[in-house]
Nanobody
């Protein structure tokens, strides 16, 4: 099971941290990704991380502003979002695919995750 939390309302330029708790699975055996979807837009891969070695991939639109990290002891993946922009809002989903996948393949949606969370809403507004 994959459960997201931490969404909310933030002003432009503000920060927010999302959490993704993995339960019933060992984080080290999976590649975890954050995806987002805004109304009327296609789903976009944001940031992905290997639960095993921590290798990461960030989409160009968030590079330098978002940081994905993992805590194996808590079986949790985080997405630290800084300098939030008006184009960042949407429902943010966490997804997991069994190890062996490349983090870039997951984020670029060249493969389908095994598990999806229900999402958490992020709103950027003044």
């Amino acid at each position: 099971q994959v459960v997201e939390s931490g969404g909310g309302l933030v002003q432009p330029g503000g920060s927010l941290t999302l959490s993704c708790v993995i339960s019933g699975m060992q984080l080290e055996y999976y590649v975890i990704g954050w995806f987002r979807q805004a109304p009327g837009k296609e789903r976009e891969g944001v940031s992905c991380i290997s639960g095993d070695d921590g290798s990461r991939y960030d989409a160009g639109s968030v590079k330098g502003r978002f940081t994905i990290s993992r805590d194996p002891a808590k079986n949790t993946v985080y997405l630290q979002m800084n300098s939030l922009k008006p184009e960042d809002p949407g429902v943010y989903y966490c997804a997991a695919v069994f190890r062996g996948a490349q983090v870039s393949s997951l984020c670029e949606q060249r493969l389908e995750p095994n598990h999806w969370g229900r999402g958490t809403q992020v709103t950027v507004s003044s």
